[in-house]
């Protein structure tokens, strides 16, 4: 089985619920109309479209919807919270985790990282597990270092069928929402790394099946280049996610390149 191609819109905290939906309309119809490919289109909405959006493209085959965020208890007094339940409950089959923006800004650590892991596991949700360096590490020559600590942190102590299950997204933090790209060989060689990392602790056959995205400053420009190196098996998108005709064209990116 071959791994899948991926392209996730992350909306981030964009679009209210009106000016989401006309997005959604758009984008849809577009990628019904030009996607050529099994690539997977997925919508990472904030909670209050999900099930609205969810409910549109029941129908539409290889598109899906995600969280960006779930919390790490199964229910109770959280106020203001969402549990993996409830977001598996409106239809979305994805939720984002470990996103750098929940890492810096809502101090999450990996502790809690793997408890939310565990909470979209065990609710049939499948996790976009997010990594990536600062500037600072990689600098200062630690991105290596950080993406394995990241990985063995968080994902490590899962079974080989619980980790079959994760989506990664190589997230270097320099590159989110700054317009600087990693250049498709410094993110193949990061992609290269990770899998060589699944392999080393869930062996040859889940590394070779497992979609490893890449995110940061990811454009209708850019894509193709970046989704035709061997490893990056497609892209997590903010900025360009938030315009119907950027993200359609980043979808079909894989039109001609077909892995
Ligand atoms: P940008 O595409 O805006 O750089 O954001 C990337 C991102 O953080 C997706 O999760």
Known sequence: MNRKNIVAGNWKMNKDYQGGMELISEAVNMIRDERNTDTIAIFATPFIHLSSVSQLIKEEPGIYTAAQNCHQEESGAYTGEISAAMIRSVGASYVII??????????????????KVQQALKHDLIPIFCIGETLEERNA????????????????HLSPDEFSKIVLAYEPVWAIGTGLTASPEQAQEIHAFIRKEITARF???????????????????????????PDIDGGLIGGASLQSRDFTNIVTAFNPIRK
Do not use: M, W
Request: glycine share 8%.
């Open 141 to 156: 020559g630690s991105h290596f270092e950080v993406i394995t600590k990241q990985l063995n942190e968080s994902l490590c």
């Open 203 to 229: 062996g040859d056959l889940i590394a070779a099946q497992t979609s490893i995205l890449y995110g940061g400053s990811c454009n209708p420009q850019n894509a193709a280049s970046l989704f035709s190196q």
């Open 98 to 115: 470990g996103h750098s923006e929940r890492r810096n800004y809502f101090h999450e650590d990996h502790e809690l990282l793997r408890k």
